[in-house]
C-alpha cells in the first residue's frame, strides 16, 4: 500500500514538474509587454502592450519609433496602433517611419495598426520577412493639384530610375529594400500613396491582402524577381482622372514592374480601376544597350479592368499574360516593343482597342476573345524611332512575325488593323455575336505548362462590389481615390460653374442640409445617397460660399480613418473659395534671335508692344497645344496685372508654372522661379487688404501650365516629388 502511494506522490511530482517547465516555456514564448518610446530597439521576440502611441512633436522626419534587429524575432502588436501626424492633419503632414527593419533572419510582424507616417514598415537586407495581419493604410500622401476640368501636370509621377534610392522620395506603407524570402499576408495599405514598394527584393510571397486606394501604386516592384504575388486586392490606384473629361493616369497603377523584373508570377488578383492596372517597363539599363528586360513574368487569372489608360502595359519585354479579363479600359493591352510574349485565353471587353503594339516581333495572341473593343489589334511601325533610345540601335524593332490565331471577334468596329507589319498570321480566327455574359477567362492546354503550380492559392481574383463598377465610378479629390466610405459632395461641373451641380455619394442613407453660407438656393433640403443637387450663390458672394450637409445611414469611415457605427450622424461639406481677380493679361511672342532667356531679356520683351492683350478673371492656362489660338506652340511669353483684396485671416499665393514664372506683390518680388523647369508649385504669403500683383511667365516648348490661386492659411503643400 505504502509503495503504491509513493508511486502515485511521485507521479504528481512529475506531472507538477512538467507543468512548471511549460509555464516556464510560455512565459519565454509570451515575454511581458513592453511601452516602447520613440527610438526603442527590439532585439529579441516582443509584445508591444496594447494601446495608441503616438509620435511626440518635434520628432526628427528620419526617426523609427521601433528599431528591430536580430533573427529569430516576433513583433506582435495586437492591440497596437501607431500613430505619427493625428487624423486632424492633413495626408501630406505625415512624416517619419513606424517600423524599421535593420537585417536580421526570420523576423516577423504581427498585426496592429501603423497610421500618419511617411513610411509605416521599411526593411532592408532581411532574410525571412513575415508580416501579417498588419493595418498601414491612412499614411502620408501628396496634395494633387489636378481639378475636375483638367489636370495639373505637377502631378505626374516616374518611378523609372531607382539605382541610387530614389523611390524613397515616394514613400510607403510596406518599403522593402533587398529583402530575400518570406511573406506578406492579410495586410491592408489603403488610402496613402504607396502601397507596398519593394526594390532588390526576391522569393516574396504576397497574398490576401488589400493595396487600393492609393493615389500612386498599389504594388510597385523595382529590380525584384522570383516573387509571387496572389489572391490580392489592388483596386482604385488612381489618379489623373475625371470622367468623360481627361483620362491620363498620370504614370500612377495597381502594379508597376520596371527595371529588370524577372520571374514573378502575377496569379488571380483583382488589379481594377488603377492609372493603369499592370505597367511594366523593361528599365533604362535595356533603354541603353537592348539587353535584358522585365522578362519572363507570368500574369494569369488577374482581372486588369476600367483603368483611365492601359490595362495591361508591357513594353520592351517578353513575358506571358493568360487568362486575364481586361475591360473597359482605353487600352487593353499597350505593348510597345514586345517580343516573343504570349497573350492567350484572355477576355477583352469594351476598351477603345483591345491589343495595340508597336514595334513588335514573334508575339503569339492565341484563343482570346474580344468582345465589344472599338479596335479588337493595332499593330504598326514607325518610320522614325526616337533618337536618343539606345535600344533600336541594338535590337531588330521590326513590326514581324505575328501569330494571331483562334481568338474570338464579338461586335468590334474593326478586328485587326496591322501597318508595316511582315509575317502575320491569322488563320483561324473567328466571328460571333456578343454575348450578354461576362466573358469567362481560359488557359489554352497548349499554355497550360507555363502556368506554375501555386499551392494555396485561389484560382480565382478576389470579387467586390467596387471592382464591378465601370471606369466612370473612380472619383478623385485633391487627395487622391474615393473609397465610398464616408458621405462625400462631389462636384459634376467645372471648379468655377454658375450654378454647380453636385451628387451626394457615399454609403446608403440619408442626408439633409444643416448648414449654407453665401448661397442665395439649395435645389432640395433632404433626400437620399445618389441624389444630385443644384446650389445657386448669391452674387455678391460667388467667390465665397460653403454647403454643409448631414448623413445617417450605415457605417462609415471617414478618408482620414475615423470609423462610425451606422445611425450616427455624419456632417460633410463642400466649399469654394477664390477671391475676385480681374486679370490684365499682355501676351508677347518672340524668336530665337529677338529674346535670350534671362530676366533682363524678357524685361526688354515686355517693355515693348504685346502681340495682344485680353482680361481674365482668373490665370489658369494648361494645354500642350494653345486653348488660345493666337499663341504659338511656344516662344512666348505673358505678363499678367490684378488688383485683389484679401480677407481677414492666413492667406497663400499659390503659382503653378512650366516653363518658368515669377510674380511681385506691391511691387516685391516673392516668387523667382524664371529658370525653365517642369510643373511645380511655389508659394508667396499675403495678408489681409487690398494688393497690387504682378504675375510674369514665358513658355519655351513642350507644355503649358499656369495656375495662379489665392487659398486659405499657410500650409505649403508641394504635390508630388518630380521629376513630372
Known amino acids: 500500500m505504502r ?62 519609433f521601433l528599431i528591430v534587429r536580430g533573427d529569430g524575432i516576433v513583433l506582435d502588436l495586437t492591440g497596437v496602433t501607431f500613430e505619427g501626424a493625428p487624423p486632424s492633419a492633413d495626408p501630406d503632414a505625415a512624416f517619419a517611419t513606424a517600423i524599421r527593419v535593420e537585417g536580421g533572419h526570420k523576423v516577423e510582424i504581427r498585426n496592429g495598426r501603423i497610421r500618419g507616417f511617411k513610411f509605416g514598415i521599411v526593411a532592408r537586407h532581411t532574410v525571412d520577412l513575415h508580416v501579417t495581419g498588419t493595418d498601414l493604410s491612412y499614411n502620408w500622401k501628396p496634395r494633387l493639384f489636378s481639378l475636375i476640368e483638367h489636370e495639373s501636370l505637377a502631378d505626374w509621377l516616374s518611378f523609372h530610375h531607382n539605382e541610387k534610392d530614389e523611390w524613397l522620395r515616394f514613400g510607403a506603407a510596406l518599403s522593402l529594400w533587398d529583402v530575400d524570402g518570406g511573406t506578406i499576408s492579410n495586410v491592408r495599405a489603403e488610402q496613402g500613396m504607396n502601397g507596398l514598394m519593394m526594390t532588390r527584393t526576391r522569393h516574396l510571397r504576397v497574398t490576401g491582402s488589400s493595396f487600393s486606394f492609393n493615389s500612386g501604386l498599389g504594388v510597385g516592384m523595382y529590380r525584384s524577381s522570383d516573387n509571387v504575388i496572389a489572391n490580392n486586392r489592388i483596386d482604385y490606384d488612381v489618379r489623373g482622372y475625371s470622367d468623360r473629361v481627361y483620362r491620363r493616369g498620370q504614370d500612377s497603377a495597381g502594379l508597376l514592374m520596371f527595371e529588370q523584373c524577372l520571374r514573378n508570377v502575377v496569379a488571380y488578383n483583382s488589379v481594377t480601376h488603377g492609372g493603369d492596372g499592370l505597367f511594366i517597363w523593361a528599365g533604362q539599363q535595356t533603354m541603353d544597350d537592348g539587353q535584358g528586360g522585365v522578362n519572363d513574368n507570368v500574369f494569369v487569372g488577374n482581372d486588369f479592368s476600367y483603368a483611365p489608360t492601359n490595362g495591361m502595359e508591357a513594353t520592351f519585354s517578353r513575358n506571358a499574360f493568360i487568362g486575364n479579363r481586361i475591360a473597359g479600359s482605353d487600352h487593353g493591352f499597350w505593348g510597345g516593343y514586345s517580343y516573343e510574349s504570349v497573350v492567350a485565353g484572355n477576355c477583352f471587353a469594351n476598351n477603345r482597342i483591345g491589343i495595340a503594339v508597336e514595334h513588335g516581333q514573334q508575339n503569339t495572341v492565341v484563343a482570346n476573345r474580344f468582345d465589344g473593343d472599338t479596335l479588337a489589334i493595332r499593330l504598326w511601325a514607325d518610320s522614325i524611332e526616337p533618337g536618343d533610345w539606345g535600344y533600336p540601335k541594338h535590337r531588330d524593332t521590326r513590326s514581324r512575325d505575328w501569330r494571331i490565331t483562334r481568338n474570338v471577334f464579338a461586335g468590334n468596329k474593326s478586328t485587326i488593323d496591322a501597318k508595316n507589319t511582315t509575317a502575320l498570321d491569322t488563320l483561324g480566327n473567328e466571328h460571333a455575336p456578343r454575348q450578354a455574359a461576362m466573358c469567362v477567362p481560359r488557359i489554352p492546354k497548349e499554355f497550360a505548362a507555363k502556368v506554375p503550380a501555386l499551392p494555396g492559392v485561389t484560382r480565382a481574383a478576389p470579387v467586390s462590389a467596387d471592382a464591378r463598377r465601370p471606369r466612370s465610378a473612380i472619383v478623385i479629390d485633391e487627395w487622391g481615390p474615393y473609397d465610398r466610405r464616408s458621405p462625400k459632395l462631389t462636384p459634376l461641373d467645372s471648379s468655377h460653374a454658375a450654378l454647380p451641380r453636385f451628387v451626394v455619394m457615399g454609403p446608403a442613407g440619408g442626408w439633409r442640409v444643416v448648414g449654407r453660407r453665401g448661397l442665395a438656393r439649395v435645389s432640395d433640403e433632404a433626400g437620399k445617397v445618389g441624389d444630385t443637387i443644384t446650389v445657386t450663390p448669391a452674387p455678391e458672394t460667388s467667390h465665397d460660399w460653403e454647403l454643409v450637409l448631414e448623413y445617417v445611414g450605415g457605417a462609415t469611415v471617414s478618408p482620414r480613418g475615423e470609423a462610425q457605427p451606422a445611425g450616427v450622424p455624419v456632417r460633410f461639406s463642400y466649399a469654394h473659395y477664390e477671391p475676385r481677380t480681374e486679370w490684365n493679361v499682355r501676351f508677347f511672342v518672340w524668336r530665337d534671335s529677338t529674346v535670350k532667356p534671362t530676366p533682363e531679356g524678357f524685361t526688354t520683351l515686355m517693355a515693348g508692344a504685346p502681340a495682344f492683350e485680353r482680361r481674365a478673371p482668373r490665370l489658369d492656362y494648361e494645354w500642350y497645344r494653345p486653348a488660345i489660338k493666337a499663341l504659338p506652340l511656344e516662344k512666348w511669353a505673358l505678363d499678367a496685372t490684378t488688383p485683389v483684396d484679401i480677407p481677414a485671416g492666413e492667406h497663400s499665393l499659390r503659382v503653378i508654372s512650366d516653363d518658368a514664372a515669377r510674380v511681385w506683390i506691391d511691387g516685391v518680388l516673392v516668387i523667382d522661379h524664371w529658370q525653365p523647369h517642369e510643373s511645380l508649385a511655389d508659394y508667396a504669403a499675403l495678408t489681409p487688404g487690398k494688393h497690387a500683383l504682378r504675375v510674369q511667365y514665358y513658355q519655351l516648348d513642350g507644355w503649358t501650365e499656369l495656375r495662379v490661386d489665392i487659398v486659405r492659411g499657410s500650409a505649403r503643400s508641394m504635390g508630388s516629388a518630380g521629376p513630372h
Do not use: K, N
Open 3 to 64: 509503495s503504491r502511494l509513493v508511486r502515485i506522490l511521485l507521479s504528481i511530482l512529475a506531472v507538477l514538474a512538467a507543468l512548471a517547465v511549460v509555464a516556464r516555456r510560455t512565459l519565454h514564448a509570451q515575454p511581458a509587454p513592453v511601452r516602447p518610446s520613440v527610438g526603442f530597439v527590439v532585439t529579441h521576440s516582443t509584445r508591444i502592450a496594447p494601446g495608441t502611441y503616438r509620435l511626440p512633436a518635434g520628432t526628427s522626419p528620419d526617426a523609427a
